[in-house]
T-cell receptor, first 114, second 113 residues
Framework: GENVEQHPSTLSVQEGDSAVIKCTYS??????FPWYKQELGKGPQLIID?????GEKKDQRIAVTLNKTAKHFSLHITETQPEDSAVYFC?????????????FGQGTILTVHP | EAEVAQSPRYKITEKSQAVAFWCDPI?????LYWYRQILGQGPELLVQ????????DSQLPKDRFSAERLKGVDSTLKIQPAELGDSAMYLC???????????FGNGTRLTVT
């Protein structure tokens, strides 16, 4: 089955700096890659997603890049703010048209210091 | 913004007891999922419904876990008997269609003593 590796496990940045989180996946059939933000005591919240037919997607301060050949994708957060502090998860689907059957990475704890 | 509703938020039970969790997906969402999240890890899929039918329960420990979505709307996940290793966050998620993004509820935190 699919295996998703996520790095780093913890990331500490100063407010205003950029943060980058990287993930690799194993199943070449995967074609949907969402990123979720999880705050303490809450469920994961979708922040951005990318499909395999595009290489990059941007939404304000957040961007995701996908390299299908290398089977890795990354989350980029620019101009970080203290409210960006949370656990971030990458995920990959098992291919086809099912975007809800996801394998998640282990998570990255992002801390943004004021 | 519409949300996935889950109850209870917290549940403490003794091992060997039965426990049930309830989920009400976003209105109109045909696909519903139950995930389990162990502390410090990413969520893992347990079961997927399309309307009232189970699409995939290959990761559901069927000797003790059961799930149903009788009218194709809300869903119940049951554990009987609960074991210490079942302590985790149980997350419900829904999507408009199978090829739509997934939206999670805030989960039920289960502690088995």
């Amino acid at each position: 089955g699919e295996n998703v590796e996520q790095h780093p496990s913890t990331l500490s940045v100063q407010e205003g700096d950029s943060a980058v989180i990287k993930c690799t996946y194993s199943d070449s059939a995967s074609n949907y890659f969402p990123w979720y933000k999880q705050e303490l005591g809450k469920g994961p919240q979708l922040i951005i997603d990318i499909r395999s037919n595009v290489g990059e997607k941007k939404d304000q301060r957040i961007a995701v890049t996908l390299n299908k050949t290398a089977k890795h994708f990354s989350l980029h957060i620019t101009e970080t703010q203290p409210e960006d502090s949370a656990v971030y998860f990458c995920a990959a689907n098992s291919g086809g048209t099912s975007y809800g059957k996801l394998t998640f990475g282990q998570g990255t704890i992002l801390t943004v210091h004021p | 913004e519409a949300e996935v509703a889950q109850s209870p938020r917290y549940k403490i039970t003794e091992k060997s007891q039965a426990v049930a969790f309830w989920c009400d997906p976003i209105s109109g969402h045909a696909t519903l999922y139950w995930y389990r999240q162990i502390l410090g890890q990413g969520p893992e899929l347990l079961v997927q419904f399309q309307d009232e039918s189970v699409v995939d329960d290959s990761q559901l420990p069927k000797d003790r876990f059961s799930a149903e979505r009788l009218k194709g709307v809300d869903s119940t996940l049951k554990i009987q008997p609960a074991e210490l290793g079942d302590s985790a966050m149980y997350l419900c998620a829904s999507s408009l269609r199978r090829d739509s993004p997934l939206h999670f509820g805030n989960g039920t935190r289960l502690t088995v003593t």
